[in-house]
């Protein structure tokens, strides 16, 4: 069956470091990739795009990257501040479709 | 800035009653969808629209219709709530096109006793 898979265990680390996330899929073959921040009681907001013909895309501090081959996103945030701190979800589309199968979502907390 | 509003923060509703949500965007978007998001299960696509009156079931209709009158607004009903359809609900809109951006709601929490 088609499957996203984010750490549902939240990830927790010093202000200034690098947060890391992941996003894995099985059975899709997506045409673009998508994040989103969701602050509590909250609706998301996106942050990135990326397509599958695309290895990497930045803003900011923010980095994506897209692994066709191994089935993975990574989201980069660098030098991370606690308002940072936020579940952030990851979305795929195939390019046929109207619309987006989003991954659970990965808590990030960022220590002062 | 794109806003999409929903009619309610909060709603509590018992079993049986028929419930309206409303979801309206103010950018013109062609396309718009509503969401159902539980702990664990993350956001769920129940229906969409990508044009006036017309619609697509999501991955979990059973329980829910819409109704999309007009371009800037997209309604959620459930025919008779039942307890297991308390949840966060998210309204969603995006350009014309597939599989972009989507700008989102502040949501509905509805509760269902």
């Known amino acids: 069956s088609q499957k996203i898979e984010q750490n549902s265990e939240a990830l927790n680390i010093q202000e200034g470091k690098t947060a890391t996330l992941t996003c894995n899929y099985t059975?899709?073959?997506?045409?673009?990739l998508q994040w989103y921040r969701q602050d509590p009681g909250r609706g998301p907001v996106f942050l990135l795009l990326i397509r599958e013909n695309e290895k990497e895309k930045r803003k900011e501090r923010l980095k994506v990257t897209f692994d066709t081959t191994l089935k993975q996103s990574l989201f980069h945030i660098t030098a991370s501040q606690p308002a940072d701190s936020a579940t952030y979800l990851c979305?795929?589309?195939?390019?046929?479709?109207?619309?987006?199968?989003f991954g659970s979502g990965t808590r990030l907390l960022v220590r002062p | 800035d794109v806003k999409v509003t929903q009619s309610s923060r909060y709603l509590v509703k018992r079993t049986g009653e028929k419930v309206f949500l409303e979801c309206v965007q103010d950018m013109d978007h062609e396309n718009m969808f509503w969401y159902r998001q539980d702990p664990g299960l993350g956001l769920r696509l129940i229906y969409f629209?990508?044009?006036?009156?017309?619609?697509e079931k999501g991955d979990i209709p059973e329980g829910y219709s819409v109704s999309r009158e007009k371009k800037e607004r997209f309604s959620l009903i459930l025919e008779s709530a039942s307890t297991n359809q308390t949840s966060m609900y998210l309204c969603?809109?995006?350009?014309?096109?597939?599989?972009?951006?989507?700008?989102f709601g502040p949501g509905t929490r509805l509760t269902v006793l």
């Open positions: 629209s990508y044009d006036v009156k017309m619609k």
């Open positions: 969603a809109s995006s350009w014309g096109g597939r599989a972009l951006e989507q700008f």
């Open positions: 979305a795929l589309a195939q390019d046929s479709s109207y619309k987006l199968i």
């Open positions: 059975n899709y073959s997506p045409a673009y």
